[in-house]
């Protein structure tokens, strides 16, 4: 069974930076490619950012691109997102996903999902 675990979510005002951290099983980790999405209140879940050519390249939504960063740690079995100048627009739940196509911020790529950590920005 496949099991992400997310943290490292809180509330920051506009400007702040937060790391969010995806911890998976070693069999989860190795078989899968995996990416962050966020859902808004009211919105639908959106991808973020995802890894792929293992781990060593990175995708970014344009609305993320130049502030969050993608990076995973292969000793901790560990994904990460590092959000820096961070918005009010981007106030959302933040959800680790495991997956087999690696890179893609395509939500019908990804089967496997944690239950989510809230990130709140305030202005």
């Known amino acids: 069974q496949v099991q992400l675990v997310e943290s490292g979510g809180g509330s920051v005002q506009a400007g702040g930076s937060l790391r969010l951290s995806c911890a998976a099983s070693v069999d989860t980790y190795r078989r899968n490619c995996f990416a962050w999405f966020r859902q808004a209140q009211g919105k639908e879940r959106e991808g973020v950012a995802s890894?792929?050519?293992?781990?060593?390249?990175?995708y970014y939504a344009s609305s993320v691109k130049g502030r969050f960063t993608i990076s995973q740690d292969d000793a901790k079995n560990t994904l990460y997102l590092q959000m820096n100048s961070l918005k009010p627009e981007d106030t959302a739940m933040y959800f680790c996903a495991a997956g087999g196509r690696c890179g893609s911020l395509s939500l019908d790529d990804y089967a496997s999902w944690g239950q989510g950590t809230q990130v709140t920005v305030s202005s």
């Open positions: 890894l792929y050519n293992y781990g060593m390249s990175t």
